[in-house]
């Protein structure tokens, strides 16, 4: 008998990774934060012993859930403004909100309302854009989860820094302080081709070339965008992009809502990661990213949620079913995006856009245990025939019961167990 | 100071009618199953008295919700077969499982696992077509909850009944049994344009003039329906319906979502009543059906689930937040079908549409105490700006706290009070 730190026994694992395998009463091992064996419960009870023993007799455990695309601390203008377009919305509310309050105690608060939305819902990585990121890194350190913060870069002053030149130092900075941290890396974070200019993307390029990280921007979320580029560039922004040398295999790509035929090959030669935000997508009416297509031509695409201001939650879960639906509607195509094919997108596919499929994104020997349980013991989800069609179109956050990063318990039984739920409401 | 049945003081009401009105610290008061009062919290204190109060302090109490299209026993099919379109998935799958499993016991479990799961997120009155109406009518009486059971009729064999006329006297009989029955009714149900023939269409018809009752049939879910119909009848299903009668303001006409300009003029004209199920659409890849400009043109445009075999769940809550995100992108105006607009179709709408509004759909005095308090004190619905909006983009079914059918409890805090939730898993 072996002892080991952890060792969690479930009625389902699904690894992600090879796709589409469930493995019934299977036990996942756990020593140093790190998966150091699967295997089937009967065997694990004979080779380990731990005195963290979790007994999930009715849960699926799959890999923490990664949320491509967020703004955290937006959590607290959630609702402040719905059934708007975009440029509306971010004009007359989100931007004049953002000017009068963002600080740092504002990107605090909402952070930890984030995180805590995140880690109930299964969420163990976010992919973070937004002022003040050392605030956030901040959080994420203390709360346990797991993150990539964006070096804020956006051509207007604010009360995070007053010019380009700021906006790139600070983030220096910030990437400098976090360098060794296991769970938090830093992007750089460019906002849009329409709110940073030439030289500063090139200057964005240069600091993420030199640090060794990718860029996360936000590229053809609207027409809107599109047209205002055609005029003020004489060509489209992706186009304009891939003149400044951005496309690649460590840009991470949001929206794409509109893509020509001739972008779709120019995104998939240079291999970038795109990340879907199918909820945001609709809700502004921006547009349909062709995820489907593109996804079985070999692209790698990842899920995010977009801020709560424009979704309105951080829900992963409730983001797989609205992919998939959304895949076969725009496609009338019933067999688009399957719910296999939007766990992956979940987990493995944002694990890789964000640089870190060698330490997350599947269970598999070797990565860190970064899990999430969730209980289908539920009238909603019952009865059980796959477990992954389950988990996509039936399950809710709710039910999601435990949580853990690197090997350490973040949600037991549904309880937070690092942050107080009480104070932060 | 009267004496009265129950009195609910909560943090907001919503009355649905009129339109987007927040009442905020006010109370309902119920006597003898319906509403006889709604003031504000500081005047009812001093009004009424009662044994029963609730005090819900962090809560939003609506109507109850009125999912207006399910198939209840199909949830024993929930996630049978996923990923495949409409006719792959009911000739391959569904319908041999039916011919095979489908029986009294089958439907009474069925529906037992759908109404708790309804109950459980705010649904208080369903429409229901499915094979032995008669059990459900029993499960509907027995758990509280209130419903309009379809007399289904299809042109082929089932173990409910061997021809069109045992259909049809089944039917009948089970209408006389519960005439009087003051939480269920009965619908005409024939199953389609392309399982139902002329000459039982029309029986269907003679029956609901003769019962005064309304006719509950799925239309045009599919292009392929369409194209059949062409084939078979020389005329699209809609236009042989109308040829036949059968399009008047008490047709429940479900899916929809392929109609031409002149059959929308025509169900204006007729003033029939739409039932959009935007998940099962979505799953199934069927269509989308243009109810944001129906609904501007003055159609009542009521909401459905759909069966859990192609949703997979019989969540309100969250087909009301699909209706609007599919609304908005498929019209690419992101204020279509606000979420005022689509709380109006979760339940006055669904109210109107089986002739059930002069009781339930709305908090107005005098009508039947159908009811659903959200409990808003939870991290994924703060903060709180606007409650309708919070409600339709940010809450989730989970939240549902208490609900109340005729002013009896059939939640509270979460807990079903009639049905026990071990025993029907």
């Not at 996942?28 to 694990?44: F, M, R, Y």
């Not at 076969?328 to 094919?341: F, G, H, P, Q, R």
Request: proline residues 4%; contains cysteine.
């Amino acid at each position: 008998m072996q002892k080991i730190d952890t060792i969690i026994h479930s009625a389902y694992i699904i690894p992600v990774v090879p796709k589409g395998q469930v493995l019934e009463q299977h036990s996942l091992v756990i020593d140093k934060g790190k998966i150091i064996d699967i295997l089937a419960t009967e065997q694990a009870r004979l080779a380990y012993q731990s005195d963290d023993t979790h007994q999930l007799s009715s849960h699926i455990l799959i890999p923490g859930l990664v949320n491509s695309h967020t703004h955290s601390p937006m959590n607290l203008m959630r609702g402040l403004a719905d059934d708007l377009p975009l440029m509306t919305w971010l004009q007359d509310h989100i931007w004049p909100a953002e000017a009068k309050y963002v600080n740092p105690e504002f990107v605090a608060h909402g952070t930890e309302l984030a995180i805590a939305e995140m880690i109930k819902s299964g969420t163990t990585t976010f992919n973070d854009m937004y002022f003040f990121p050392d605030i956030t890194a901040d959080v994420v350190d203390k709360t346990g989860v797991r993150a990539v913060v964006g070096q804020i870069m956006i051509d207007f002053p604010s009360a995070w820094a007053g010019s380009a030149q700021e906006y790139l130092s600070k983030g220096l900075a910030l990437h400098q302080k976090i360098e060794s941290h296991s769970r938090i890396s830093t992007a750089m974070a460019p906002h849009a081709p329409y709110t940073v200019s030439d030289e500063n993307l090139k200057a964005c390029l240069k600091q993420a070339e030199q640090l060794d990280i990718p860029i996360h921007i936000h590229i053809h979320e609207t027409d809107d965008e599109i047209q205002q580029s055609l005029k003020n560039f004489n060509c489209r922004p992706l186009t304009r992009l891939n003149n400044l040398g951005l496309l690649n295999n460590k840009l991470i790509a949001v929206h794409m809502t509109h893509l020509n035929d001739d972008e779709q090959q120019l995104i998939l030669d240079k291999k970038v990661n795109l990340v879907h935000c199918p909820e945001s997508n609709m809700k502004l009416a921006s547009g349909i990213s062709p995820v489907n297509d593109l996804n079985k031509r070999g692209l790698n695409i990842a899920l995010g949620t977009d801020s709560s201001a424009s979704n309105n939650d951080l829900d992963m879960m409730g983001e797989m079913k609205s992919a998939t639906l959304l895949a076969k509607i725009s496609t009338m195509d019933a067999t688009a995006l399957d719910a296999e094919t939007v766990l992956e997108m979940a987990t493995i596919n944002g694990a890789k856009a964000l640089q870190l499929d060698h330490k997350i994104g599947s269970l598999e020997i070797g990565k860190d245990a970064d899990l999430c349980a969730i209980n289908f013991d539920a009238i909603n989800s019952m009865p059980i025939y796959h477990p992954i069609s389950q988990l996509v179109y039936a399950c809710q956050k709710h039910q999601v019961s435990d949580v853990w990063v690197e090997g350490r318990q973040l949600l037991k039984q549904g309880q937070l167990t690092q942050m107080d739920t009480k104070q932060i409401l």
